[in-house]
C-alpha cells in the first residue's frame, strides 16, 4: 500500500570545520532532520555515523579541516557521507582489540550500517555509509501497523479525498492535506462518541495517554 502524504525527503548539506566541538551541533542536525523525515528509529545509529565519520577527519587529516556533512536516500537507506579534501588518508577497517581506540569508529560503522565505502575525486575524498531505514519506499513511512490502518482509512475518507487527489504529488502539500483529512476524520469520531452518549474529552485524553505510553515504549526499546 502506498502512503497517502509520502515524506519528500530532500537531500541537505551542512559545511563543518572538523573540531571535536563541532560533532555534537552536527549530531543535534542529524537528530532533528530524522525526526522531520519521520527515522525516528535510525536516530541513534545516524548520530553515530556523523560521529565517527567526523572523529575519523579529525584524527586522520587534522583538526581544523573544513569538511561538509550531506545526508540523502539511497533508495529506502539512508546514506550519510563525509567529504574532506585529503585523497591519501583512506580509512580502512583493522581488527581493533577491546581496549584499543585505534580502528574503532570504521568497525562500529561497519557493525551498524549495510555498507559503506569511500569515494575519490579530484581534490575530494567522500567517505559514505548506509542505513537501513526499514521504509516501504524513499517516501514511505515507517509507523507501523497503526499507521498502516490510518493509511488505509484516509484514502477512502470522503471529507479528504479531494484535498488528497488535488495534492497527488506529494511533498508539503500533500502532508497538509492528509493533515486536514485526518481532522476531519477525528471530528466525525468526536461526533459519533457524542451521539453514542461518550464523553468526548475523557476519550481524547484516553488516546493521548495511549498514544504517549506506546511512543515511549518504542522509544525505551529503540535504546
Known amino acids: 500500500m502506498g502512503c497517502i502524504a509520502g515524506l519528500m525527503r530532500k537531500p541537505w548539506e551542512l559545511s563543518f570545520v572538523a573540531q571535536p566541538e563541532e560533532v555534537a551541533a552536527l549530531r543535534r542536525a542529524m537528530r532533528v532532520h530524522m525526526g522531520l523525515w519521520g527515522l525516528h528509529d535510525v536516530v541513534d545509529d545516524a548520530q553515530l555515523c556523523v560521529s565517527e565519520l567526523v572523529a575519523n577527519v579529525i584524527t586522520h587529516v587534522g583538526a581544523g579541516t573544513p569538511a561538509k556533512l550531506a545526508v540523502s536516500m539511497s533508495g529506502t537507506r539512508l546514506r550519510i557521507e563525509v567529504h574532506d579534501p585529503d585523497t591519501r588518508a583512506l580509512p580502512t577497517l583493522v581488527a581493533a582489540d577491546a581496549g584499543s581506540e585505534a580502528g574503532r569508529g570504521m568497525a562500529l560503522i561497519d557493525a551498524i550500517a549495510i555498507q559503506w ?104 526499546s529503540a535504546k
Not at 567517505?127 to 490502518?149: F, I, K, M
Not at 495517554?209 to 515511549?216: G, Y
Request: aromatic share 4%; hydrophobic share 40%.
Open 117 to 220: 565505502g569511500v569515494q575519490l575525486t579530484p581534490g575530494m575524498k567522500v567517505t559514505w555509509c548506509e542505513l537501513a531505514t526499514g521504509l516501504p519506499s524513499d517516501q514511505g513511512h515507517c509507523g507501523g501497523a497503526r499507521v498502516n490502518r490510518v493509511e488505509a482509512v484516509l484514502s477512502e475518507y470522503p471529507a479528504g479525498r479531494s484535498r488528497l487527489v488535488q495534492s497527488a504529488s506529494g511533498g508539503v502539500l500533500g502532508v497538509v492535506a492528509a493533515e486536514h483529512a485526518v481532522v476531519d476524520l477525528i471530528a466525525d469520531l468526536l461526533h459519533w462518541l457524542r451521539a453514542h452518549g461518550c464523553d468526548a474529552d475523557t476519550a481524547l485524553d484516553r488516546a493521548q495517554t495511549h498514544f504517549e505510553a506506546e511512543i515511549s515504549e518504542a522509544e525505551g
